[in-house]
Nanobody, 127 residues
Framework: QVQLVESGGGSVQAGGSLRLSCAASGYATRRNCIGWFRQVPGKEREGVATIYAGGDGSTNYGDDVKGRFTISRNIAENTVDLVITSAKVEDTAMYYC???????????????????WGRGTQVTVSS
């Protein structure tokens, strides 16, 4: 059973930074694409970023977060982290970690459907 647990959410002022972590356990070796998504009540879920864990560590970002968010793997701690910088009020959302298998790096994007999900961590950005 794949388990994903998010942490690091909280409140930050606009312009500030925050680090989210996604810890994986019971991890199936075939889950080689990890993503962060966010959702605001009443709105559709939005893909934030993905990272390919199968080899080259290639990343993809949603247009709204490019240049401000960074996704990375912490191999020692077996986590995938999302660093939010230059936070905006519109970044306020519940952030979810997700995982799936993809056949190649180019298929690991936020536009894909993901199979496994964490319960989320809340991020609130105040003005």
């Amino acid at each position: 059973q794949v388990q994903l647990v998010e942490s690091g959410g909280g409140s930050v002022q606009a312009g500030g930074s925050l680090r989210l972590s996604c810890a994986a356990s019971g991890y199936a070796t075939r889950r080689n694409c990890i993503g962060w998504f966010r959702q605001v009540p009443g709105k559709e879920r939005e893909g934030v970023a993905t990272i390919y864990a199968g080899g080259d560590g290639s990343t993809n970002y949603g247009d709204d977060v490019k240049g401000r968010f960074t996704i990375s793997r912490n191999i020692a701690e077996n986590t995938v982290d999302l660093v939010i910088t230059s936070a905006k009020v519109e970044d306020t959302a519940m952030y979810y970690c997700a995982a799936r298998y993809v056949p190649r790096a180019s298929a690991c994007t936020p536009l894909r459907e993901f199979a496994d999900w964490g319960r989320g961590t809340q991020v609130t950005v105040s003005s």
